[in-house]
């Protein structure tokens, strides 16, 4: 218990550090956002994906979130609770909330504690499919205590007790409007999920899935002089090459996320003098991950990709090992990213108290991967291929349509092929593959493929929520509605009771060690395979001021504080 109290009282400090530089709300126009990962829906709960939580924040907020250092802030709360303070009880089952008081929903009816009550129903019924189920793991009930107090009372002490309402990934949500959208009926709620009342400094006016968003400055925004922005113009779709020249060339946009692209390319655009490049390194890492289980199209829908059928090539570790040795992830740091990318093993590379420091899978080994799938029983063919009781070893790989990563598959196949193994390439527009459709055979979560790659990454600087996104419970499939973000479908009781110990463990120091042995028990088994650590990059104009790129959170987190430059 001793090193109890430092920690949570660390979490509490609490201050926004831009300045702006408006004098009345809505006073300086449009802005213009491009993201060529198009949104699908504005509800968070439903999705997950960046796609849609980014564009999800202007609207709806959490009670607190992270700033640009990493460091909690309250939002929607008055404060952050600590033990200190008494907001978080002595024995660690509960953390009390209290709203700012006078806070009102876009629509002009107050905020209260049963609102998030009613989000935290909302996202823990079994049938909805809540994408962020994994936060609310642990939790025994939320009730409130006054208008403006709810209290958290876990099932067993929990030492960090910020990973429900905590970030842009889970926000409060309005009780009178989603009252009738609980269960199963959550996806069906059309008009909530596209156009939902919030508290954030923007309002949806028009929603387009896969295409674009209008929004207006929400008039019942707790700070009467902001935003100064009155109008925020959000499109999706295109490419990360169309998305950056937008800004840094031609200036017909003012923000671009996500500008996915070689660091030279970015360097020519930005000569243009239009914008510049923001990066920020946090926790994402460009990452494969292997599907443990069957895609076969032979096996009915329902049991396609699920336990039921382990996959009959990659359940082997060995096969999967050598596709590890395989890759020169120096080479493709180099290639893609160059000085914003560094090769790495470690899945959790930051905070750099929680990094493992693992370096064993740096050095490509071409001859010890064809030694690993000589053991494991696969034998060339005539025609190179590998094959083992009549079946050839191919992969299917699939990733999302982006010049960096699609670089990526063409040499990765050609890593594989000197090994033995065939690669059949798919390309899936961003939208599709983390698009909210649970119907959809194409997302991430049915993974009807061997292989995806794309960026992974944590919110905030601790941990456990994370952590817990590789956990048993977390594995799509039909009795969740195919949520969770278990894409490997990878279950290890190891691994499970690391995750139930980091949870009651509040010593910082036996935390981080606890999260070097996760890193290294997930990346051992190979399920996942970590590329490169890379920086989070945007594209800013020059007449935009007030931005604060994040790589902890929302990265348009502080959009209420944007202004024009004049």
Not at 300 to 329: F, G, Q, Y
Not at 369 to 389: C, F, M, S, T, Y
Request: proline content about 7%; glycine content about 8%; hydrophobic content about 35%.
């Amino acid at each position: 218990m001793s090193g109890l109290k430092p920690f949570l009282v660390a979490g509490a400090i609490v201050t926004l550090l831009v300045t702006s530089a408006f004098a009345e709300r809505g006073a300086d126009g449009a802005v213009n956002i491009l993201n060529w990962q198009a949104p699908s829906m504005m509800n968070p709960y439903l999705s997950g994906s960046d796609n849609d939580t980014i564009p999800a924040s202007l609207v709806l907020e959490p009670l607190a979130g992270y700033d640009e250092n990493g460091e909690l802030f309250p939002r929607l709360a008055a404060d952050i609770p600590t033990i200190e303070n008494g907001g978080v009880s002595k024995d660690l089952k509960s953390i009390t909330w209290t709203l700012k008081p006078g806070l009102k929903w876009s629509d002009g009816t107050p905020v209260t504690a049963k609102d998030v009550v009613f989000t935290a129903n909302y996202c823990m019924d079994p049938k909805g499919g809540c994408t962020q189920l994994f936060r609310f793991e642990g939790v025994d009930k939320v009730e409130a205590l006054e208008d403006l107090t709810v209290e958290v009372a876990f099932k067993e002490p929990t030492a960090v007790p910020y990973t429900l309402f905590v970030s842009a990934s889970s926000p409060i949500i309005q009780a009178r409007q989603f009252t009738d959208c609980l269960g199963a009926k959550a996806p069906t709620c059309t008009q909530a999920n596209f156009y939902p009342v919030g508290t954030g400094p923007f309002v949806v006016t028009n929603f387009k899935p896969s295409d674009a968003i209008q929004l207006k400055a929400n008039p019942n925004y707790r700070d009467s002089n902001k935003p100064a922005v009155a109008e925020v113009n959000y499109k999706g779709g295109g490419d990360a090459l169309g998305a950056a020249r937008a800004v840094l060339q031609t200036g017909e946009y003012d923000y671009a996320l996500n500008v996915q692209l070689a660091p030279d390319v970015l360097s020519k655009m930005a000569k243009a003098g239009k914008g510049k490049v923001l990066s920020s390194y946090g926790t994402w890492v460009e990452t494969l991950f292997m599907n443990l289980t069957d895609p076969s199209p032979s096996l009915p829908p329902d049991e396609r990709s699920t336990a039921k059928h382990p996959n009959p090539i990659l359940s082997d570790v060995r096969v999967r090992e050598a596709l590890s040795m395989a890759l020169d992830r120096a080479k493709l740091s180099e290639i893609g990213y160059g000085s914003m990318g560094k090769p790495t093993c470690d899945w959790i590379p930051a905070p750099a108290n929680f990094a493992a420091g693992n370096t064993e899978c740096l050095k490509q080994d071409i001859p010890g991967a064809v030694k690993l799938l000589d053991e494991a029983g696969w034998n060339p063919g005539p025609d190179g291929i590998r094959e083992k009781d009549g079946k050839k070893l191919k992969l299917t790989f699939v990733t999302t349509t982006n010049s960096i990563r699609n670089q990526f598959q063409a040499i990765i196949k050609q890593w594989w092929r000197e090994i033995g193994v065939d690669v059949e390439l798919k390309s899936l527009d961003t939208s599709v593959l983390f698009g909210s459709d649970s119907t959809s055979p194409n997302t991430a979560q049915r993974f009807y493929a061997d292989v995806q790659m794309w960026t992974n990454y944590a919110s905030g600087t601790d941990l456990g929520s994370y952590v817990k996104t590789f956990t048993c419970s977390q594995v799509p499939g039909p009795d969740n509605q195919w949520q969770g973000w278990n894409m490997p479908r990878y279950c290890d009781k190891d691994y499970e009771t690391l995750v139930t110990e980091l949870g009651r463990t509040a010593d910082i120091k036996k935390r981080s060690e606890i999260v070097k042995k996760l890193d290294t028990v997930l990346a051992d088994s190979y399920a996942i395979m970590p590329l490169v650590w890379r920086a989070n990059v945007s594209g800013l104009s020059n007449t935009l001021g007030g931005s604060a790129m994040n790589a902890w959170d929302s990265e348009l987190w502080n959009a209420q504080d944007w202004y024009r430059k004049k």
